[in-house]
């Protein structure tokens, strides 16, 4: 896989725009082609590509496949494998990336078989070395991070959150846009879609918050979070949890950072009650700093924080509340 | 009904990982002597679905089915404990160090052997490699529908229905059988074994096949059909210096609004 190698990002869209994750892949993938010299290009799958075409060339896409049809008004696995594999046909990458969102996950191993390929899943880091793409990505439960390469082309991969800067959108930027036909018919769809149901968007709001307040199963139940909430409103913050409040049903689902949850990369996390379990750091070790509240001195979130504090959550948080209160002059 | 099940071995992922050591020269995650080796927990609630689909439809026969080493023989076991049917035990040489591709490969093509199935259930990913490839793959070789992240698997008049968890919400799918079902953590817990199914579960089958019994190529199994490479196994780095805020509770949250304050992180 030498020379040149253009790099496929499909691109996700969040009201109506390419997400902040779909810029920021577009940014790596502009980091691969400086080092490449090969190109960039976007797969757009909507129900309208009006105007949205234009964004991803402004923050860096060469050439956007696009392909218009009200089956793309939101995300179908079959539907959308069949187009991203067609557009990769035309397009033949030597790279695929992906958002490490459900529906990337959901994605990318489908279209890495239909073409034959392998695929990296909830990569932290991509690569250029030796003539060579490398994918860093965690594994045994956050525990181990492996470097994996691919025998076969393309490789495709999902991308973590928050991993790569979206760079600032350039509107002079020119590049070309190759309208698609969409290749499956609505009837050749075997999984049918009865019904969809959105959670109250809290969950969505992690991955663009500054800070981020967390909490785990050393809350020991759902009142914490009410607690928690009111914490995040004094700060301005977002509420998440780790995995174990969330299958008790003490928050809703949305709200799990980690492996099988959401990446955040906030300037602040402050994680409450979670006892800093592998699974759970792969979400949250990116922040530029995390504080540690738990009763045990001992936990391993404490390797992890830069700002601990041992103690009961339940005395320790509303005494937090009042003196960021008095801080901000409230 | 034939429900097969997927299913993969992993050592303990509920133990402390100070209990694990990479090997970054043999790229390989070594556990310490006497770490118990178990389903892995997302496969084990793919038994449990399998289990409550059976309960609707008693007829429903469940082949619990594992590529691995020997002692993947436990974790069939622990299946049939669970209430599966039979067993089938994928173990070769040629099968070691395979990637997610000839995993999947090699799953499939055992589908296939059994005579096929109506569905086939996976967890959403092993607790070792994180991947969560596998069950897709086998799906696309299989030329199944597929539907990932399952926290409800129900079955009626030959039509799977599926809840199935997105970043901010539920879906309800269908889809005609046969289909494959990859199953996420919001299934809740799976069974434990009783005695009794312990006991019973002794004397179900379980059939072993070798990759030339599977009519694999040499190319296609294990290490050889692998289309990923390991470069690099490594540790993540930890910066391991955290400042404890000491005092009473108010003197904790004013010593730490102080610090957080000078950080510039509020």
Known sequence: MSGVLCTLVIAELAQGRPSKLTCELLGLARNLAGTTGGAVAAALLASHTDGIASELIAHGADRVYAIEHPMFGSYHSESWVGAAAQICKDAAPGAVLIGHTVSGADLAPRLAFRLGTAVAMGCEGVSFVADKLAFTRPCFGGNARQTVSFKTAPAVATVRAGCYDAPAPDRERRGEVTPLEQPLGEEALR??????????????????????VAGGRGLNGPEGFRLLERLAATLGAAVGASRVPCDLGWCPRSWQIGLTGRTVQPDLYIAVGISGAGHHMAGCGGAKAIVAVNTDREAAIFKDARFGVVGDYRQFVPALIEEVRKLLGD | MRIVVCVKQVPDPEAAFSMFRIDEQAKKVIPAPG?????????EQAVEAALRIRERHPEAKIAVISM??????????????????????????????????????????????????DLVLTGRQAADWDAGVVGAGVGELLGLPVITFAKDVQVENGIVRVERVLDDGAEIVEASLPALVTVSNELGAARTPNLRETMRAARKPITVWKAADLGLGANEAGAAGARCVIERLFAPVKNNRCEFVAGSVREQAAGLVERLREAKLI
């Not at chain 2, 770490?35 to 496969?43: C, I, W």
């Open chain 1, 191 to 212: 999984v049918k879609v009865i019904e969809r149901r959105r959670d109250a968007d809290d969950g969505a709001r992690l991955e663009e918050a500054a800070i981020v």
């Open chain 2, 35 to 43: 770490l118990q080796l178990v389903m892995s927990p997302f496969d």
């Open chain 2, 68 to 117: 691995g080493p020997e002692t993947s023989r436990n974790a069939i076991k622990h299946g049939l404990a669970m209430g599966a049917d039979e067993g089938v035990l994928l173990s070769d040489a040629a099968f070691e160090d395979a990637d997610s591709y000839s995993t999947a490969c090699t799953l499939a093509r055992a589908i296939v052997k059994l005579g096929g199935c």
